[in-house]
């Protein structure tokens, strides 16, 4: 039996083995706690900082069990494990944070969009989709251009065509470049800024927001991150509530990424949820006291949530691919801070570490 707040020698259980696994296991160590990492992949950057290594597929029965036999607690840093994973695990009796229902919240962009919504979160006009007749009847609703995206398994940009024109063959052709999966239509959002915000809460309903962060994406995949991001009170006002609402609309335990439009009018729409930490979220490593990878660990490890405000400015940048070669480059320069993810290959795209980048606030 799991008792809480968990003490340190305890292990904690993670199902992913990328570098968000890779960072929350380091946090977790700091804590004194020792993590098991159940990933597929044979060597992945979080397994050669773990204690513990299974290497399976998310919904192995017999992995499951192992790591339900050495883990206290488990958390995810991937959202697309199969929420009947996160079941089985509970029902082995081993308390999984977040739930198998706020990971399937976010697994899919129909479900995730009618959730926020109905918790008072505005977001731009959708419609279902599962055929070309149905894309061009939603652009027709909405107006041209509206965006085409898979309703799951999308990220980095991929799975995405957009719809210029609402006539049948632009709807077919935006259908087929996304393989003709069930979709969502998305109405464009007419966005000044990309903003995010990431939040905890804990397993006593206490909520801790961090500042607003700016972001700015390449080819669908973020390039580079800038917090505190400079916002007027009210918008910082709107973001916090609404973290509050997905988070309590949620049930939630740990850290949640929310990806937000700026609209020209100063409303906040959510793009999407992340149910774990995020890429968004990197600045907090050396801007904070207490970073998102900890207050994860200290959220789901039913730990006091720790300060979430701003010692510094924080320019966080991607290295993708082979930008991680200039990591002695990077290194000598005293106001930049070098996070790798030990990834053996390096692969055109590939997150490959990311540096924060300090100046006095
Ligand atoms: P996503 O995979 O949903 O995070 O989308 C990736 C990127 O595409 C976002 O960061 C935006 O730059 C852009 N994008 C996504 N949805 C929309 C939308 N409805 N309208 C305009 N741009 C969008």
Known sequence: MTTFPLPPGSTIGVLGGGQLG????QAAARLGFDVAILTPDEDSPASRVAAHII????????????LAAVAQVVTTEFENVP?????????????VAPSAAALAAAQDRVTEKSFLNGVGVGTVPFAAADDAEAVKAAAAEFGAPVLLKTRRDGYDGKGQAWVEHATDASAAEAFAAIGGKPAIVEGRADFVRELSVIAARGRDGE??????????????????????????AKLREQAERIAA?????????????????????????VNEIAPRVHNTGHWTQDGCEVDQFEQHIRAV????????????????????????????????????????????EVKAGRKMGHVNRLRPL
């Not at 801790?208 to 669908?220: F, K, R």
């Not at 039913?302 to 400015?313: E, I, Q, S």
């Open 55 to 66: 290497v399976a597929e998310y919904d192995d029965p017999a992995a499951l069990k192992a």
């Open 245 to 269: 609402q997905i988070l309590s609309g949620l049930d939630y335990v740990g850290v949640i990424g929310v990806e937000l439009f700026e609209l020209k009018d100063g409303r906040l729409l």
């Open 301 to 344: 490890a039913g730990w006091p949530l720790g300060p979430t405000h701003a010692l510094a400015h924080v320019e966080m940048v991607n290295l993708l691919g082979e930008e991680v070669l200039a990591w002695a480059k990077l290194a000598a320069e005293p106001e930049t801070r070098v996070h790798l993810y030990g990834k053996r």
């Open 83 to 95: 929420a009947a994973a996160l079941r089985a695990l509970a029902e082995a009796g081993v308390p």
């Open 22 to 25: 890779r960072m929350l296991a």
């Open 207 to 232: 909520i801790a927001v961090y500042p607003l962060a700016e972001n700015h994406h390449e080819n669908g995949v973020l390039r580079r991150t800038s917090a505190p991001a400079k916002v007027s």
